[in-house]
């Protein structure tokens, strides 16, 4: 069996729900990222640009909401940026 190889720091993602295909670049945005509730607000925003479905871009803005909550909860748990 191939070892997988990984160019990043961060190592592989996996998931139950969802097939990735093989070899597919993945980006996680962590609730702990200082950036994630901004970043996603700004993806939200593309896909409503873009014509995604509300349902879709209701979900993302919510996802937004929620880190930003936990980020406001777990301050402590939001990492500083990397020097």
């Not at 597919?24 to 593309?46: C, H, K, L, M, N």
Request: hydrophobic fraction near 35%.
């Amino acid at each position: 069996m191939a070892k997988k190889e990984s160019n990043s720091r961060f190592g592989e993602v996996k998931s139950s729900r969802v097939k990735f295909h093989s070899g597919e670049p993945i980006f996680v945005v962590r609730g702990s990222d200082p950036f994630a509730t901004g970043t996603i607000i700004e993806y939200a925003r593309r896909c409503e640009r873009e014509g995604a479905a509300r349902e879709v871009v209701d979900e993302v803005f919510d996802l937004a909401m929620r880190v930003a909550e936990w980020q406001r909860q777990h301050p402590d748990l939001v990492t500083p940026l990397p020097e």
